[in-house]
């Protein structure tokens, strides 16, 4: 067990203080906005009209596709010993890849986590300064880039959410063994796309929501058995 939590600390030593610096910049960025809005906005508008002028989405779409390199990166061995540390533990590919798409997995909901939280601060500090029942609640409901980020009583969202972090993980550790063998990684790609434009689409859409947990399951399905007859057990080729 040493040896597949070595693998797992492997993963998480390389990109722990990236994914980190991607977080503070998304919160500075989004605070600068948040605080230009909320200024403009001097009370006369509603929390829901301040947030979507701060164009929030926006700088979480940008953080999320170089989370997303960084990610797929990840054991692609550019000028790295990463190989050779691998090599030396002795670890099947199989297990490899399958510690990489846990890695993958806790990064983006730490990621989701602290967008929530910085949305939610905002939040706070807006009714602080105009007192509004229910302020919060409503604008998750009223702004469908939030609402899909947190989706309340959507059931088929929170869903579709899971199927995504989950098809996201693994599509992205397939990358770097796909790069490994000179092959295109499409799926990383396709699911990437499929996330970003999904968290435009109106809340409460019940049939998109299945049709899309669907597809990008099955692309992440295709996407690993593609790849894990070519995993052997001996360790990295």
Known sequence: MKKHLSVLMLFIRSTLYKFLLIVLFMAVVQGMLFSFA????????GLDTVLAASHLEIVCAVCFLILCALLCLAGCNFGSKQSYTLARLRVSLRSVFIWQSIHNAGIL????????GIIL?????????NPQPQATMLVFYQNAFLHNLFPL?????????????ASLATSMA?????IRRRQKPLASFVITAVCILSFRHEMGSLGVNICLSFMVAFIAAMA??????????EGLS
């Not at 909901?109 to 929530?116: G, Q, S, T």
């Not at 601060?121 to 300064?129: D, E, G, R």
């Not at 593609?226 to 057990?233: M, N, Q, R, T, V």
């Open 38 to 45: 909320f200024k403009g906005a001097e009370g006369y508008y």
């Open 109 to 116: 909901f730490l990621f989701w986590a602290a967008e929530c």
């Open 121 to 129: 601060a905002f939040c706070s500090i807006y009714i602080t300064q």
């Open 153 to 165: 009583a959507d059931w088929s969202r929170h869903v579709y959410n899971i199927v995504l972090l």
């Open 174 to 178: 397939c990358f770097p063994i796909r």
């Open 224 to 233: 690993v058995r593609g790849i894990w007859k070519e995993l052997d057990y």
